[in-house]
């Protein structure tokens, strides 16, 4: 049922439209639109993924900001966080992580948001990417790499599952 | 994907910007915006209870939709694009202080009686046998309303966007003012607002960079899935959805006269379309507007503006509603005309 569907996605998709909007009313708005577009879908007898939430909820973002504001959007949304961050051993590498994301295409930097922070796996991250697997795959490998550059240390890949927060 | 336990992943935990607890409940806000999508099919954008909340400009800023590029140094006059078009501006309860100005919408006059298909069908043979490549530029003239309850704009100050491709692949994106209008387009005078022409923004962008919603429409075969994969539409989108798509995809990519022919022709096959007649767009130029309002039903209708020697050469998005106190019905909320 559409309500199971919400309350088991909702809290999702306002997370992920806070992640990449500087307001949180336009992160709920973006989150109201895309249950909008999933009612529609489900009443035209589709079923209803979470990726697929994510993909809409990204068009919906991408509909409010071009190119660039997509960026700067990010770029709030981080300055927040990292203004808000408490003094500690890795402060200056968040900080660097930061703006090390900037630095990355919009698609890259959506891949390793959809992997680190909304924990989609690969078949996941393609369906919100509208990319194959393959794709998918070779997208975060090549974020990762400049990430590992721009940060100067390598990352360790461990095999434990990645799974949602 | 794995994750696992590298270094990266605790980064990115520890820079989360998620405000929303994980484990948060929903409330009677987030049951009550269930319940609104679940009794209306058109947009609840702002009809679900989500009140404005004030933001750091101290005042509620809902981002409109908008078709164009924006580039960092405009981003605090993008931000006065607010309110979504397909929303209430004003809460139930509130009293307008003013109605926003819009553009006096195109008048068309009836052609003899024809098939919107067969028309758009006709228009595709003619544009396809004109064996035109894709140009390196895409240019085009937006206005978007912007409207704030206690501000509502007086003036219709539209932009131009002219987006080069580059042989090495880099784009440069640049934004022009375009003057100041009355509703009927005349220009107005006295207004602290820079001169038609005036560059307000460039942005360059290298390789890749450029943030393209839609993949190179070269070699599409399948124009239905082409428009519903870059335009984000469902998988029974609307013949209003293929027009708003259609609008997104001139705004960022040039076609040839094959591809924008073979673009029409599948629009030619879908349903609830109306011929509105002959029109004098934005920019002078006659073409046939048809329309659709079968996105948002008797309350939106989105509008092309077509011709058979240049295919889709405007968009217009008009509010037909009842609900808002701040537009009289017919009013443009945006358009995007094409050159």
Known sequence: M???????????????????????ALAEDIAAETFTAAWVRYQQGDSIELP?????????????????????????????????????????????????????????????????????????????????????????????????????EPFVAGLTDGGRK | MNTGNDSLARLMSGIDPAMTPPDSALGERELALLERVQST??????????????????????????????????????????????????????????????????????????????????????????????????RFQNWALAFTPDDPPQSIMPQRFDITTLPDGSTVAERRAAGNFDPAGHQLSGFDYPSPGTLLDRQTYQPGQYGYLFSSPDGVTDWGTYLRTGGGLGAHPSTGDYFTAVKNLLVERSLSSTQHAEMLAFLSTQPDIRIDGTVTDRLGRTGISVSTDSRDPGRT??????????????????????????????????YDAWF
């Open chain 2, 301 to 334: 209708r989105d509008v092309l503006v077509v011709t058979p020697s240049h295919g889709v050469i405007a968009y217009e998005h008009v509010y037909t509603g009842t609900d808002r106190s701040d537009l009289q019905a017919p009013a443009v909320i945006d």
């Open chain 1, 52 to 152: 697929w939430l994510y993909r809409v909820a990204s068009n919906k973002i991408n509909d409010h900001f071009r190119s660039a504001e997509r960026k700067r959007a990010v770029e709030e949304t981080l300055e927040r966080v990292l203004s808000e961050q408490e003094e500690g051993a890795d402060t200056l590498e968040k900080i660097a992580l930061g703006r090390s994301l900037l630095k990355l295409t919009d698609r890259e930097r959506e891949a390793i948001l959809l992997t680190y922070w909304e924990g989609l796996g690969a078949a996941e991250v393609a369906v919100a990417l509208s990319c194959s697997v393959a794709s998918a795959w070779a997208i975060l490998s090549r974020a990762r790499k400049k990430l590992r550059a721009l940060l100067g």
């Open chain 2, 41 to 138: 099919s058109v947009h609840i954008h702002n009809q679900a209870g989500l009140r404005p909340r004030g933001t750091d400009n101290g005042r509620a800023a809902r981002i409109r939709r908008f078709r164009v590029p924006s580039f960092a140094v405009v981003a605090s006059l993008i931000a006065i694009l607010v309110v979504a078009a397909t929303s209430m501006s004003l809460w139930p309860g509130e009293t307008p202080l003013a109605r926003a100005v819009t553009p006096k919408p195109l008048v068309a006059v009836p052609i003899g009686d024809q098939q919107p298909g067969s028309l758009l069908q006709s228009m595709s043979e003619s544009l396809g046998a004109s064996n035109q490549p894709a140009a390196s530029r895409v």
């Open chain 1, 2 to 24: 559409f309500e199971h569907v919400f309350h088991a996605n909702y809290v999702l998709v306002r997370r992920y439209a806070e992640r990449r909007v500087p307001s949180a």
